[in-house]
């Protein structure tokens, strides 16, 4: 199993550019999110996926979209990208909510850098 | 998810004991307490968690107050492969909306001196 893949694991983008964010995982999971995490802080909530087809927003969605055409893969886009944005992106995947006895399963991560 | 609150930072020597606090004094009796750690440059991963008693596995211990408004994450033998920041995240039995994915903190960044 290749687990939580991300790609790419650097881009540079220019203001007002869009691009995607590419998140896929083989462990058959209905749960997956995408995190952002800004330099000395913890993991923000962009948005999540219960499942193919349902997605929600999270903590910070503004700037992102994201949907879920398949179990295994679940794209972040971003469409005018602002150096806010600059941050490092996480996706995870979970075979049900993390709760009692289901792990989140993480990404390497995407280092964005908006200029 | 309930608060929890952590140190910023610790240190250990390599090869000794880590005791990695964390109160939860808002903790609910359904909620579980896990925690994640988040090696240099890489996305967080597992490392253990509980519901009343104390747990243990490959990687770690954790020991739960009689109350459960704390716990204390156990490295028995520090490396320096250890060095990460340590998340506490408390996890309520059937959350739903965003509260299903799991909520991070600032954790505790823990410095293993050789």
């Known amino acids: 199993n290749a687990g939580v893949t991300q790609t790419p694991k650097f881009q540079v983008l220019k203001t007002g550019q869009s691009m995607t964010l590419q998140c896929a995982q083989d462990m058959n999971h209905e749960y997956m999110s995408w995190y952002r995490q800004d330099p000395g802080m913890g993991l923000r909530l962009i948005h999540y996926s219960v499942g193919a087809g349902i997605t929600d927003q999270g903590e910070v969605p503004n700037g992102y979209n994201v949907s879920r055409s398949t179990t295994e893969d679940f794209p972040l886009r971003l469409l005018l990208a602002a150096p806010s944005q600059t941050s490092v992106y996480f996706c995870?995947?979970?075979?049900?909510?993390?709760?009692?006895?289901?792990?989140?399963?993480f990404g390497q991560g995407t280092r964005l850098t908006v200029v | 998810d309930a608060k929890t609150t952590q140190p910023n930072s610790m240190e250990s020597n390599e090869e000794e004991p880590v005791h990695l606090p964390c109160n939860h004094s808002?903790?609910?009796?359904?909620?579980?307490i896990h925690w994640y750690r988040q090696l240099p440059s890489q996305g967080p991963e597992y490392v253990i968690h509980?519901?009343?008693s104390n747990v243990n596995n490959r990687m770690a211990s954790l020991a739960i107050a009689e109350d459960r408004k704390s716990s204390t994450l156990i490295l028995h033998r520090a490396t320096l492969r250890d060095a990460a920041v340590y998340y506490c995240i408390l996890r309520g039995r059937g959350d739903y909306g965003s509260a299903r994915q799991l909520t991070f903190g600032s954790g505790t960044q823990l410095t293993v001196l050789p």
């Open positions: 995870a995947s979970s075979y049900g909510p993390v709760s009692m006895n289901t792990e989140a399963f």
């Open positions: 808002t903790i609910s009796g359904t909620d579980y």
């Open positions: 509980g519901l009343t």
